[in-house]
């Protein structure tokens, strides 16, 4: 199986402050085809299901504010909150389609 | 508005089977590849399995955890999916989501919880 390992496991940021959140495959999930990355990211509130935020790396779901952004190729991808709102406090899981889906462990963000 | 509402979790015992539902609307069910995930108290979430369209052939594939115990099927003339679990142990306690899987999981239900205990 594709393991993903996200990094760290928390982190706490100031409000209109950065969050950067780390997320690395045991296995390449570029497919060069299309060089698409087969990685989506997920934001999860507590007692709500997850939403998605973010696919192919790079592309934000709909209406998902512009703070959001991913970057990465590969086997290593980011997720970077620009300015952190106070909504903004999840877990934020990253996840691979390339193979059988795998997601990461989760990373909590709080204020 | 895409809705998807899940039922049929409650209590079984180890060993036992369960039958979810996944009840869709506000999408054209019929040309939907669909999945289900799952996440137990309190951990992260699992990707169980997805079954594509029958117009993709309508196959399933499965994590290796659950396969051969947990199957998916759909009814497209009645826009329902479901996830059909046998031999149940505890370890299968969790929230059981479906989602539309484009791929990735775009939409997701409110979940429903299954407890595997005696």
């Known amino acids: 199986d594709n393991v993903m390992t996200q990094s760290p496991d928390s982190l706490a940021v100031s409000l209109g402050e950065r969050a950067t959140i780390n997320c690395k495959s045991s296995q390449s999930v570029l497919y060069t085809s299309n060089n698409k990355n087969y990685l989506a990211w997920y934001q999860q509130k507590p007692g709500q299901p997850p939403k998605l935020l973010i696919y192919g790396a790079s592309t934000r779901e709909s209406g998902v504010p512009d703070r959001f952004s991913g970057s990465g190729s590969g086997t290593d991808f980011t997720l970077t909150i620009s300015s952190l709102q106070a909504e903004d406090v999840a877990i934020y899981y990253c996840q691979q389609y390339y193979h059988t889906p795998t997601f990461g462990g989760g990373t909590k963000v709080e204020i | 508005e895409v809705q998807l509402v899940e039922s049929g979790g409650g209590l079984v015992k180890p060993g036992g089977s369960l039958r979810l539902s996944c009840a869709a609307s506000g999408f054209t069910f019929k040309n939907a590849w669909l999945s289900w995930v799952r996440q137990a108290p309190g951990k992260g979430l699992e990707w169980l399995g997805r079954i594509k369209s029958n117009s993709d052939d309508g196959t399933a594939d499965y994590a290796s955890p659950v396969k051969g115990r947990f199957t998916i099927s759909r009814d497209d003339s009645n826009s329902m999916l479901y996830l059909h679990m046998n031999s149940l142990e505890t370890e299968d306690t969790a929230i059981y989501y479906c989602?539309?899987?484009?791929?990735?999981?775009?939409?997701w239900g409110q979940g429903t919880l299954v407890t595997v205990s005696s």
């Open positions: 989602t539309t899987y484009t791929p990735p999981a775009v939409n």
